[in-house]
């Protein structure tokens, strides 16, 4: 089995927890989700702490929580919130720990239809589908820097990508 560990990058709702989970179920290790991580350790949500402190402070907690897990932790998946990978510094860390980047690259429908379906996960960052679709253009170039991408369409299951990624992970 590749020993690399993978990190999942993509827009608000493209499905990074859900593929890491379901991927780190399937390799039979532990996953960490950057936003829950810091939610323990800082007591609040990225979204209180970017309603609250602005989205500099929450860029730099998220840059430090990165660098932890990455350090600290044992897990072998990590999927980052959707903003992380538009950061040098944190592109850098992942580079440095020699983790495989991957990118689910999710048509915007798809995100804008989760994102407002999932009244739980307040995402300050996506106020309304304007600003939604901005954001979602302007960080295409970043994303594009992932090691490996991933085309999710509406009717994949998150079993299928995690097949799709496990087979990738096999062969590199
Ligand atoms: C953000 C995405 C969120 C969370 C924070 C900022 C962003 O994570 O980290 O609200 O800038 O895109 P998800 O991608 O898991 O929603």
């Avoid at 323990?40 to 949500?45: F, K, V």
Wanted: aromatic share 6%.
């Amino acid at each position: 089995m590749n020993p690399r560990r993978v990190v999942i990058v993509g827009f608000m709702g493209c499905g990074k927890t859900t593929v890491a989970q379901a991927l780190a179920q399937r390799l039979g290790c532990a996953m960490v989700d950057l936003d829950s991580f810091i939610t323990d350790r800082e007591g609040r949500t990225p979204a209180e702490i970017i309603e609250q402190d602005g989205e500099a402070v929450f860029r730099e907690i998220e840059t430090a929580a990165l660098r932890d897990a990455l350090e600290d932790s044992d897990a072998r998946v990590i999927a980052l919130g959707g903003g992380a990978w538009t950061i040098e510094a944190n592109r850098a860390l992942v580079a440095e720990h020699d983790c495989l980047s991957v990118w689910l690259d999710a048509p915007f429908e798809l995100c804008w239809d989760r994102i407002i379906s999932s009244a739980n996960t307040i995402r300050p960052m996506a106020p309304d589908r304007e600003i939604a679709q901005n954001l979602f253009q302007e960080r295409r170039d970043s994303y594009e820097l992932a090691q490996l991408r991933l085309v999710m369409s509406k009717t994949a299951a998150p079993e299928e990508t995690v097949v799709e990624l496990a087979t990738s992970l096999l062969l590199l």
